[in-house]
């Protein structure tokens, strides 16, 4: 992910230039004002996803806190940890002060809490920001339980983080608004789901009612190559998959590879799996999301259902 360049208003008067240059582009469109003497070009904001935005919303808060390193919490430090929610980034960034510090302002919001040396770690460019424990505890807390539930399964299988620890510290926190719910996302989260499709796959098929799949076990196809498989039942009889667009993107290291190429290998790899089990399904973001088509598809498989439905989760 590329970082939106920044222009300040230090940086204008250091290269003999004017503030007044920055607010120009401003006012004529092409560059957008994120906060108090920090813009980005208009078409790079304009094509920059949600979590571009929110790191560029860090990076001018940096850039005006002098000397003292700020603390990020919740959303923003979401964003430079790498864990995932759903639902809106915000532009505007969010850093920690102790009770009774600074209040929240149109340029940054501001939690006050006290908070442990220990549940604040430093990454590689000196940025400061909440563990992934206890950012995924505010994002639990504050987010609905599905965003809750994605970002506890995130922590728990790339950053190591156990349900036990994830237990412990809310006991420890005790009591805050929404301790109940990240308790309740906690309990619901496992470390099987590599991403946010696949943790959304697994809750709306517990919310149907489906016997649980089991997760990232690899298969043999016909071919004698080995294929880890995103879901499977009945111990490997019906295979399952989740397309999400980013299946098909490719790393900046894939010269030469193209996404039909990426498709392709894709098409092979089912072929092979296929004659090995009685059914494959493949679902997506957006019939997994609507929740019906999805149980469509486990019907189609024969995946039992080993309870009645329940209200989708959100």
């Not at 098409?267 to 089990?277: F, I, V, W």
Request: glycine share 8%; with cysteine; hydrophobic share 40%.
């Amino acid at each position: 992910m590329e970082q939106l360049e920044l222009r300040t208003t230090a940086q204008a008067v250091t290269a003999a230039g004017s503030p007044r240059s920055l607010e120009r582009g401003a006012d004529g469109g092409r560059l957008v004002r994120i906060r108090h003497g920090a813009y980005v070009p208009a078409g790079a904001w304009n094509d920059a996803d949600g979590v571009e935005r929110t790191l560029a919303g860090v990076e001018a808060t940096r850039s005006s806190a002098g000397h003292a390193e700020p603390v990020f919490v919740f959303e923003s430090a979401a964003g430079l940890l790498g864990i995932p929610f759903l639902g809106a980034w915000p532009h505007r960034a969010r850093t920690l002060v102790p009770i009774g510090g600074s209040k929240t302002n149109r340029s940054v919001e501001r939690t006050q809490r006290d908070e442990p040396a220990g549940s604040i770690v430093v990454l590689a460019d000196g940025v400061r920001v909440t563990s992934p424990l206890v950012t995924a505890i505010d994002l639990a807390s504050t987010r609905t339980m599905l965003s809750g539930i994605v970002a506890f399964d995130h922590i728990r299988r790339h950053h190591g983080v156990s349900l036990e620890q994830i237990l412990e510290e809310l006991a420890r926190r005790r009591p805050f608004p929404g301790v109940r719910r990240a308790e309740r996302a906690a309990r619901r989260s496992n470390p099987a789901s590599d991403t946010p499709l696949e943790t959304l796959v697994m809750v709306r098929a517990d919310d149907y009612g489906f016997e649980r799949a089991k997760q990232q076990r690899v298969f043999t196809g016909i071919n004698g190559v080995d294929y880890p498989v995103d879901f499977d039942w009945r111990d490997g009889r019906i295979l399952g998959e989740a397309d999400g667009k980013a299946k098909y993107q490719l790393g900046a290291d894939e010269r030469g590879v193209t996404p039909l190429d990426r498709m392709w290998d894709e098409k092979r790899r089912e072929d092979a799996l296929r004659p090995t089990c009685d059914e494959f399904l493949r679902t997506n973001w957006d019939d997994a999301w609507r929740g019906a088509p999805l149980e469509r598809s486990l019907l189609a498989a024969r995946v039992p259902r080993i309870r009645r439905p329940r209200a989708l989760t959100v």
